[in-house]
């Protein structure tokens, strides 16, 4: 194998930049003993209110955590359904089934990768049966949750998909693990701030990353806040040890709200360099021809925050080879969609049930994308692509 010339996960220079306060904070919560709750996680939980113009953030121990608990915390559980897409990471429909709902899903939009709100609609409206004001789902369950994407930081049509949840009285939970920062163009508001609930992940690699696992919950309700944290602090409502509901333990760990805490006065200015990375990207393959034909680039909506910057070509995984070969890591988001994924065989889907997600799964590629990327490293990248689909 040759020598890695362009890393597709380097954080590096992150730590160069912020590694000496992100120490001094993790000090701060090693010294003071508080390592579950306590100041370190209220701090970070005000800030992150404050960055996203809440009123509730509730730490959580990941973002799987936060969807499985935004839902439980609405009542969602068996019997019912929940609308999501087939073109995210598994945690998206997972975390439906992990309350004992069922997922469905509807097609995404070839040019966005996010779930297609016109489908949605037309499931809602044409698949389902309205009886007594509750949506039945084919399979009969209730359809409560609708739980759209924002995938790669892109954000999806949040606003169509506020009107249909109130349309169709279910709750809107957003998958905002990819997104923070994202401002939804218009609305002047930013991506998991339009639902019920928006889920954020801290995961190391994503715009604002901890040093291990974390998420949050974003809540416009106090009562909503106050249940979710119930149910993520073991059911406890008041007295310590008298316990509500069967819940669960997922709080975010105070060094990684620390660690978080350190980093969010980053994540503006971090955004905007990932989008002048992307621009970088999109000049130098729109400059060249052959690329020009082959390479369908991401588009530049207003509020992308480009956590991944994925292209689609023919011949993906040659391409993704010969990249390899020439130094240059890359990333499949993701090769399998959900309705195809072994842990939902139940689901009874065809592969073909959802055409446009097939095809991403079969085209996509992650080129490396982070704000420090250099021009040269994009300008590498860029004409290591050039070689490698010139060579087909
Ligand atoms: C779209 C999406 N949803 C949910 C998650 C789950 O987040 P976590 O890894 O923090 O559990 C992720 C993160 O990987 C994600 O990308």
């Known amino acids: 194998m040759p020598d890695v010339r362009v890393r597709f996960v380097d954080l590096q220079a992150q730590d160069a930049a912020v590694g000496d306060a992100v120490r001094?904070?993790?000090?701060?919560?090693?010294?003071?003993?508080?390592?579950v709750l306590g100041p370190a996680v209220a701090a970070f939980e005000q800030a992150?209110?404050?960055?996203?113009?809440?009123?509730?953030?509730?730490?959580?121990?990941?973002?799987?955590?936060?969807?499985?608990?935004?839902?439980?915390?609405?009542?969602?559980?068996?019997?019912d359904a929940v609308l999501t897409s087939p073109f995210s990471f598994v945690a998206s429909a997972s975390?439906?089934?992990?309350?004992?709902?069922?997922?469905?899903?509807?097609?995404?939009?070839?040019?966005?990768?996010?779930?297609?709100?016109?489908?949605?609609?037309r499931w809602l409206r044409e698949d389902c049966r309205r009886v007594g004001g509750l949506v039945h789902a084919p399979g009969g369950e209730i359809v409560r949750g609708l739980l759209p994407v924002h995938l790669f930081g892109r954000p999806c049509a949040i606003e169509v998909f506020r009107e249909l949840a109130?349309?169709?009285?279910?709750?809107?939970?957003?998958?905002?693990?990819?997104?923070?920062?994202?401002?939804?163009?218009?609305?002047?508001?930013?991506?998991?701030?339009?639902?019920?609930?928006?889920?954020?992940?801290?995961y190391p690699t994503k715009n604002l990353g901890a040093a291990g696992d974390g998420g949050?919950?974003?809540?416009?309700?106090?009562?909503?806040?106050?249940?979710?944290?119930?149910?993520?602090?073991h059911g406890v409502?008041?007295?310590?040890?008298?316990?509500?509901?069967a819940g669960v333990a997922s709080r975010l760990d105070a060094v990684q709200a620390a660690v978080l805490g350190a980093k969010l006065p980053h994540v503006d200015p971090w955004n905007a360099a990932r989008r002048a990375v992307a621009e970088r990207y999109d000049t130098l393959l729109a400059a060249d021809p052959t690329l020009a034909a082959t390479v369908r680039r991401p588009a530049l909506t207003?509020?992308?925050?480009?956590?991944?910057?994925?292209?689609?070509?023919?011949?993906?995984?040659?391409?993704?080879s010969g990249l390899a070969a020439e130094g240059i890591e890359t990333q499949v988001y993701y090769p399998i969609p959900l309705h195809a994924q072994p842990c939902f065989a139940t689901l009874d889907h065809r592969p073909q049930d959802f055409p446009e997600a097939d095809r991403a799964s079969r085209e996509c590629l992650a080129l490396p994308m982070r704000p420090e990327l250099a021009d040269e490293q994009v300008a590498a990248v860029v004409s290591a692509l050039g070689r490698v689909v010139g060579a087909s």
């Open 166 to 202: 109130s349309e169709h009285g279910l709750v809107l939970i957003e998958d905002a693990a990819q997104a923070i920062g994202a401002r939804v163009a218009g609305a002047g508001r930013s991506a998991g701030t339009f639902g019920r609930f928006g889920c954020f992940s801290f």
């Open 48 to 79: 992150l209110a404050r960055y996203l113009d809440v009123p509730h953030v509730v730490g959580v121990g990941s973002g799987t955590d936060a969807l499985y608990l935004a839902m439980v915390a609405a009542g969602i559980g068996a019997g």
């Open 95 to 121: 975390a439906i089934a992990r309350t004992g709902a069922r997922p469905y899903f509807v097609d995404i939009e070839a040019e966005s990768f996010n779930l297609d709100p016109t489908a949605t609609a």
């Open 302 to 320: 207003p509020g992308h925050v480009f956590h991944h910057y994925v292209v689609r070509v023919r011949e993906r995984d040659r391409v993704r």
């Open 237 to 245: 409502d008041g007295d310590p040890y008298r316990h509500v509901v």
């Open 24 to 35: 001094a904070a993790v000090d701060e919560v090693l010294q003071s003993h508080a390592f």
């Open 216 to 233: 949050c919950v974003v809540c416009l309700d106090e009562a909503d806040a106050a249940a979710l944290r119930m149910r993520a602090r």
